[in-house]
């Protein structure tokens, strides 16, 4: 008995310790100074919970267990060394979706478990696996977006008061099982098929520029789905974790669509984010110049402003980027990075590709920290980012970006637009930055034109 109790109260104290770990690595993460540290001690925390999990009394199922353990770890290894950078955001979709299905197989199987759970718990159960079931099959359409499988945002006429029968009917099989005080095999199968479908036909119309939003949004779906779970089997550990995760998630989505000066609903019901139809008219006509009159213009400023995106990313430009800036910090000139919260396809791409290149922290400004300088920057070097430096946001009502907020790219004295071709965003509209008296277009990849610009430096 006193054995019992002993394990008992181990497993108890090393979830919390997990939790705190958890709690603790979130904390860290939450600043790119501290955030590799961020990240081992939530591994440590992941590593505590799953290692305490086998001395769990009448735990069985061992040989199982260390195998999807094994095969798990491995592939994730794999994937993580091999993913690009530019990758990134649809593998943490993917891994999103994981962990919402995996959270909605734990309702499944407490839901048909054959034990009486009673109505408290069996609604923790039935919410979890709806939460987890939206969460695994939208971050499965988010990654095909992302990863370009899906091209097409699919609409029709009243797709969402389909979304809302779907929504409807499932949640009507759970409230059945919620007064059964179980779940029978029929209806969890049912109710989770129309979550499924849910997710699938939620995330079809929404285009590409709002994936940001939608995979922030449904990694707090994904905490709350297991937060859910832990009441359900009294795991501390997943209660706590994913609290947290939902909490963090749902700011950080609340966050992405204030950046974006439009509300949650707007993102998911608008189908603002379609590529099609949303071009925009822009006069005037786009200036081409030289990597070496750019340098030349850049190595004799006084202050210069870099505003990467997604296109820097695409180039792997990062790397010379912060080089060719060395080179003007020698010159005396000031050099600083302008980050847009949306800048990317995920939360903080920017950040994590600029650290990745070792580009100091206290150089690296956020949007409404850096807004102001643009008024007294000699020049503005975009390199890659569209949308969120597109003047139209401030000044046309009809556009569909109008009132986000952006980098105001437009109002240094000059500003040198670093881009492939004359196509438009990844949102389809217009920018009408690249047709401005002060815009010149430096035509070409990334990473060849930032090569350019350093040997060009070099030579003066």
């Given at each position: 008995m006193s054995g019992m109790l002993s394990a008992s109260l181990l497993i108890e104290v090393s979830y919390y310790v997990a939790a705190f770990l958890f709690i603790m690595g979130l904390k860290k993460m939450s600043s790119p100074v501290t955030a590799a540290g961020g990240i081992k001690w939530?591994?440590?925390?992941?590593?505590?919970?799953t290692a305490i999990t086998f001395l769990y009394p009448d735990m069985h199922n061992f040989v199982l267990m260390t195998a999807a353990i094994f095969i798990g770890g491995v592939l994730a290894w794999w994937t993580g060394k091999r993913v690009a950078m530019t990758d990134m955001p649809q593998m943490i979709?993917?891994?999103?979706?994981?962990?919402?299905?995996?959270?909605?197989?734990?309702?499944?199987v407490e839901l048909l478990g054959g034990r009486e759970l009673g109505p408290v718990v069996t609604t923790l159960a039935v919410l979890g696996g709806l939460i987890g079931s939206v969460s695994f099959s939208g971050s499965i359409i988010a990654f095909g977006k992302l990863q370009g499988l899906i091209r097409k945002d699919f609409r029709f006429r009243g797709q969402n008061?389909?979304?809302?029968?779907?929504?409807?009917?499932a949640t009507a099989i759970g409230v059945t099982m919620i007064a059964a005080g179980a779940g029978n095999a029929n209806g969890v199968a049912l109710m989770f098929g129309l979550a499924l479908v849910l997710g699938v036909t939620m995330t079809l119309p929404i285009g590409g520029a709002d994936m940001p939003v939608v995979i922030s949004l449904y990694n707090a779906l994904t905490g709350l789905a297991v937060a859910f779970d832990g009441f359900v089997i009294d795991n501390a550990a997943m209660i706590i974790a994913g609290t947290v995760v939902g909490s963090a998630g749902t700011l950080l989505t609340q966050l992405m669509a204030k950046a974006m000066n439009r509300s949650l609903a707007n993102v998911l019901f608008s189908g603002f984010g379609d590529t099609a139809g949303a071009t925009g008219e822009v006069t005037g006509s786009m200036k081409a110049i030289e990597a070496n009159d750019a340098a030349i213009m850049m190595a004799f400023a006084e202050k210069v402003l870099i505003v990467p995106g997604y296109g820097m990313a695409v180039a792997q430009a990062q790397h010379k980027i912060w080089e060719f800036c060395q080179l003007l910090q020698d010159r005396g000139v000031t050099v600083k990075f302008a980050i847009h919260p949306v800048a990317g396809r995920m939360p903080g791409h920017m950040n994590v590709l600029l650290a990745e290149a070792g580009v100091p922290y206290d150089i690296i400004y956020d949007e409404d920290e850096i807004n102001a300088e643009f008024d007294t920057t000699d020049v503005a070097l975009v390199i890659g980012a569209n949308d969120v430096v597109n003047p139209v946001a401030r000044?046309?009502?009809?556009?569909?970006?109008?009132?986000?907020?952006?980098?105001?790219?437009?109002?240094?004295r000059n500003c040198i637009v670093v881009k492939r071709g004359q196509g438009a965003g990844f949102s389809g509209i217009e920018n009408a930055l690249f047709f401005l008296d002060n815009t010149r277009m430096l035509y070409g990849d990334g990473q060849a034109m930032a090569s350019a610009l350093i040997q060009s430096v070099k030579e003066l």
């Open positions: 939530a591994g440590l925390g992941m590593v505590v919970a979709a993917l891994y999103n979706g994981m962990g919402g299905g995996s959270a909605a197989a734990i309702s499944a008061i389909l979304n809302l029968v779907f929504l409807a009917a000044s046309d009502p009809s556009s569909p970006i109008f009132g986000m907020p952006i980098l105001n790219a437009d109002k240094a």
